[in-house]
Antibody, heavy 120, light 111 residues
Framework: QVTLRESGPALVKPTQTLTLTCTFS??????????VSWIRQPPGKALEWLAR???????YYSTSLKTRLTISKDTSKNQVVLTMTNMDPVDTATYYC????????????WGQGTLVTVSS | QSVLTQPPSASGTPGQRVTISCSGS????????VYWYQQLPGTAPKLLIY???QRPSGVPDRFSGSKSGTSVSLAISGLRSEDEADYYC????????????FGTGTKVTVL
Protein backbone atom coordinates (compact mmCIF):
# COMPACT_ATOMS: atom_id res chain seq x y z
CA GLN A 1 0.00 0.00 0.00
CA VAL A 2 1.07 3.60 -0.50
CA THR A 3 2.52 5.45 2.49
CA LEU A 4 4.40 8.71 2.90
CA ARG A 5 6.23 9.98 5.96
CA GLU A 6 7.78 13.39 6.57
CA SER A 7 10.87 13.85 8.69
CA GLY A 8 13.01 16.78 9.72
CA PRO A 9 13.74 19.12 12.60
CA ALA A 10 10.90 20.17 14.86
CA LEU A 11 12.61 23.46 15.68
CA VAL A 12 14.68 25.79 13.54
CA LYS A 13 16.04 29.24 14.26
CA PRO A 14 15.21 32.32 12.19
CA THR A 15 17.44 32.72 9.09
CA GLN A 16 18.35 29.02 9.12
CA THR A 17 17.67 26.62 6.26
CA LEU A 18 15.03 23.92 6.74
CA THR A 19 15.53 20.51 5.18
CA LEU A 20 12.59 18.10 5.13
CA THR A 21 12.56 14.57 3.79
CA CYS A 22 9.56 12.66 2.50
CA THR A 23 10.12 8.91 2.53
CA PHE A 24 7.53 6.95 0.64
CA SER A 25 6.64 3.37 -0.26
CA UNK A 26 4.14 1.60 -2.47
CA UNK A 27 5.06 3.47 -5.66
CA UNK A 28 8.11 4.63 -7.56
CA UNK A 29 8.96 8.17 -8.61
CA UNK A 30 10.50 6.74 -11.74
CA UNK A 31 7.07 5.60 -12.93
CA UNK A 32 5.40 7.82 -15.48
CA UNK A 33 2.78 10.24 -14.09
CA UNK A 34 3.97 9.96 -10.48
CA UNK A 35 4.72 13.17 -8.59
CA VAL A 36 5.25 14.29 -5.00
CA SER A 37 4.26 17.67 -3.62
CA TRP A 38 4.89 19.55 -0.40
CA ILE A 39 2.03 21.43 1.25
CA ARG A 40 2.09 23.32 4.53
CA GLN A 41 -0.46 24.52 7.05
CA PRO A 42 0.27 27.14 9.73
CA PRO A 43 -1.52 26.44 13.01
CA GLY A 44 -5.22 27.21 12.64
CA LYS A 45 -4.79 28.38 9.05
CA ALA A 46 -5.35 27.17 5.52
CA LEU A 47 -3.34 24.79 3.39
CA GLU A 48 -0.65 26.24 1.13
CA TRP A 49 0.93 24.37 -1.79
CA LEU A 50 4.72 24.74 -1.91
CA ALA A 51 6.35 22.62 -4.59
CA ARG A 52 6.11 19.52 -6.77
CA UNK A 53 8.58 17.17 -8.40
CA UNK A 54 7.61 14.82 -11.20
CA UNK A 55 8.81 11.38 -12.33
CA UNK A 56 10.75 13.05 -15.18
CA UNK A 57 12.44 15.47 -12.72
CA UNK A 58 10.32 18.46 -13.74
CA UNK A 59 9.95 20.81 -10.79
CA TYR A 60 7.33 23.41 -9.91
CA TYR A 61 7.37 25.99 -7.13
CA SER A 62 4.95 28.33 -5.41
CA THR A 63 5.29 31.68 -7.13
CA SER A 64 5.48 33.49 -3.79
CA LEU A 65 8.15 31.22 -2.30
CA LYS A 66 10.17 29.98 -5.26
CA THR A 67 13.30 31.98 -4.43
CA ARG A 68 13.54 30.11 -1.12
CA LEU A 69 12.58 26.56 -2.15
CA THR A 70 14.43 23.67 -3.69
CA ILE A 71 12.88 20.25 -4.27
CA SER A 72 14.80 17.15 -5.27
CA LYS A 73 14.38 13.39 -5.38
CA ASP A 74 16.42 10.28 -4.77
CA THR A 75 14.59 7.58 -6.68
CA SER A 76 16.79 4.79 -5.34
CA LYS A 77 15.90 5.72 -1.76
CA ASN A 78 12.24 6.58 -2.47
CA GLN A 79 12.76 10.04 -1.01
CA VAL A 80 11.89 13.62 -1.87
CA VAL A 81 13.72 16.45 -0.15
CA LEU A 82 12.52 20.02 0.29
CA THR A 83 14.80 22.80 1.43
CA MET A 84 13.56 26.22 2.46
CA THR A 85 16.06 28.97 3.11
CA ASN A 86 15.93 31.98 5.40
CA MET A 87 13.28 30.60 7.75
CA ASP A 88 11.07 33.05 9.61
CA PRO A 89 8.55 32.61 12.45
CA VAL A 90 5.73 32.96 9.89
CA ASP A 91 6.98 29.71 8.35
CA THR A 92 5.90 27.83 11.48
CA ALA A 93 3.56 25.18 10.15
CA THR A 94 2.80 21.51 9.70
CA TYR A 95 4.50 20.39 6.51
CA TYR A 96 2.90 17.59 4.51
CA CYS A 97 4.12 15.62 1.55
CA UNK A 98 1.54 14.08 -0.74
CA UNK A 99 1.47 11.92 -3.86
CA UNK A 100 0.05 13.46 -7.00
CA UNK A 101 -0.74 11.34 -10.04
CA UNK A 102 -0.96 13.27 -13.30
CA UNK A 103 -3.66 11.01 -14.72
CA UNK A 104 -5.79 11.46 -11.57
CA UNK A 105 -5.02 15.15 -11.16
CA UNK A 106 -5.33 15.16 -7.38
CA UNK A 107 -3.45 14.31 -4.16
CA UNK A 108 -4.49 10.78 -3.35
CA UNK A 109 -2.14 9.93 -0.47
CA TRP A 110 -0.77 12.22 2.22
CA GLY A 111 1.79 11.86 4.94
CA GLN A 112 0.81 12.53 8.54
CA GLY A 113 2.65 15.86 8.51
CA THR A 114 5.49 17.21 10.61
CA LEU A 115 5.26 20.37 12.70
CA VAL A 116 8.13 22.79 12.24
CA THR A 117 8.44 25.70 14.65
CA VAL A 118 10.65 28.66 13.82
CA SER A 119 11.87 30.38 16.94
CA SER A 120 15.05 31.68 18.45
CA GLN B 1 -3.83 35.20 1.07
CA SER B 2 -5.59 32.60 -1.05
CA VAL B 3 -7.19 33.45 -4.38
CA LEU B 4 -10.07 31.10 -3.54
CA THR B 5 -12.53 32.49 -1.00
CA GLN B 6 -14.65 30.34 1.29
CA PRO B 7 -16.85 31.28 4.23
CA PRO B 8 -14.94 30.65 7.46
CA SER B 9 -17.71 28.60 9.02
CA ALA B 10 -20.92 26.71 8.37
CA SER B 11 -23.13 24.69 10.67
CA GLY B 12 -26.18 22.51 10.83
CA THR B 13 -27.98 19.98 12.95
CA PRO B 14 -27.81 16.25 12.25
CA GLY B 15 -29.77 15.36 9.14
CA GLN B 16 -29.70 18.87 7.69
CA ARG B 17 -28.15 19.94 4.40
CA VAL B 18 -25.15 22.27 4.51
CA THR B 19 -23.64 24.03 1.51
CA ILE B 20 -20.16 25.53 1.31
CA SER B 21 -19.22 27.99 -1.41
CA CYS B 22 -15.83 28.67 -2.99
CA SER B 23 -15.35 31.73 -5.16
CA GLY B 24 -12.48 32.30 -7.55
CA SER B 25 -11.81 33.83 -10.94
CA UNK B 26 -11.49 33.03 -14.62
CA UNK B 27 -7.84 32.04 -14.21
CA UNK B 28 -8.54 29.34 -11.64
CA UNK B 29 -12.05 27.97 -11.08
CA UNK B 30 -13.28 29.39 -14.35
CA UNK B 31 -10.83 27.38 -16.42
CA UNK B 32 -9.89 24.32 -14.37
CA UNK B 33 -11.38 21.39 -12.52
CA VAL B 34 -11.99 21.93 -8.82
CA TYR B 35 -11.31 19.52 -5.98
CA TRP B 36 -12.57 19.36 -2.40
CA TYR B 37 -10.57 18.06 0.55
CA GLN B 38 -11.88 17.19 4.01
CA GLN B 39 -9.58 17.60 6.99
CA LEU B 40 -10.72 15.97 10.20
CA PRO B 41 -9.24 17.42 13.40
CA GLY B 42 -5.57 16.56 13.81
CA THR B 43 -5.32 14.63 10.55
CA ALA B 44 -4.07 15.13 7.02
CA PRO B 45 -6.54 16.23 4.34
CA LYS B 46 -8.44 13.61 2.39
CA LEU B 47 -9.87 13.93 -1.11
CA LEU B 48 -13.64 14.29 -1.09
CA ILE B 49 -14.57 15.46 -4.60
CA TYR B 50 -12.52 15.53 -7.80
CA UNK B 51 -13.13 17.12 -11.19
CA UNK B 52 -15.91 19.36 -9.84
CA UNK B 53 -18.44 16.69 -8.95
CA GLN B 54 -16.89 13.22 -8.91
CA ARG B 55 -16.63 11.17 -5.74
CA PRO B 56 -13.74 8.79 -5.12
CA SER B 57 -14.72 5.31 -4.08
CA GLY B 58 -15.56 5.21 -0.39
CA VAL B 59 -16.93 8.76 -0.18
CA PRO B 60 -20.63 8.71 0.70
CA ASP B 61 -23.08 10.09 -1.83
CA ARG B 62 -24.17 12.57 0.86
CA PHE B 63 -21.30 14.69 -0.47
CA SER B 64 -21.79 16.39 -3.81
CA GLY B 65 -20.02 19.10 -5.77
CA SER B 66 -21.16 21.57 -8.39
CA LYS B 67 -19.64 24.36 -10.45
CA SER B 68 -21.01 27.47 -12.08
CA GLY B 69 -18.71 29.93 -13.77
CA THR B 70 -16.05 31.01 -11.30
CA SER B 71 -17.69 29.50 -8.23
CA VAL B 72 -18.14 26.02 -6.88
CA SER B 73 -20.16 24.53 -4.06
CA LEU B 74 -19.91 21.51 -1.83
CA ALA B 75 -23.14 20.17 -0.39
CA ILE B 76 -23.40 17.80 2.54
CA SER B 77 -26.84 16.27 2.89
CA GLY B 78 -27.99 14.24 5.87
CA LEU B 79 -25.33 15.90 8.05
CA ARG B 80 -23.66 13.57 10.54
CA SER B 81 -21.47 14.24 13.56
CA GLU B 82 -18.47 12.71 11.79
CA ASP B 83 -18.73 15.39 9.09
CA GLU B 84 -17.44 17.99 11.54
CA ALA B 85 -14.20 19.03 9.87
CA ASP B 86 -12.47 21.68 7.79
CA TYR B 87 -13.21 21.67 4.06
CA TYR B 88 -10.97 23.14 1.37
CA CYS B 89 -11.59 23.74 -2.30
CA UNK B 90 -8.55 23.56 -4.58
CA UNK B 91 -7.57 24.00 -8.18
CA UNK B 92 -4.85 25.29 -10.50
CA UNK B 93 -4.32 28.97 -11.18
CA UNK B 94 -3.16 29.76 -14.70
CA UNK B 95 -2.10 33.28 -13.75
CA UNK B 96 0.33 31.98 -11.10
CA UNK B 97 2.48 29.78 -13.33
CA UNK B 98 -0.08 27.03 -12.89
CA UNK B 99 0.41 26.93 -9.13
CA UNK B 100 -1.96 24.70 -7.19
CA UNK B 101 -4.12 26.84 -4.89
CA PHE B 102 -6.26 25.96 -1.91
CA GLY B 103 -9.25 27.87 -0.64
CA THR B 104 -9.33 29.70 2.68
CA GLY B 105 -11.14 26.78 4.30
CA THR B 106 -14.54 26.32 5.95
CA LYS B 107 -15.06 24.83 9.37
CA VAL B 108 -18.26 22.78 9.47
CA THR B 109 -19.80 22.36 12.91
CA VAL B 110 -22.52 19.86 13.67
CA LEU B 111 -24.74 21.40 16.32
Amino acid sequence: QVTLRESGPALVKPTQTLTLTCTFSGFSLSTSAMCVSWIRQPPGKALEWLARIDWDDDKYYSTSLKTRLTISKDTSKNQVVLTMTNMDPVDTATYYCARFVITLDYFDYWGQGTLVTVSS
Amino acid sequence: QSVLTQPPSASGTPGQRVTISCSGSSSNIGSNYVYWYQQLPGTAPKLLIYRNNQRPSGVPDRFSGSKSGTSVSLAISGLRSEDEADYYCATWDDSLSANYVFGTGTKVTVL
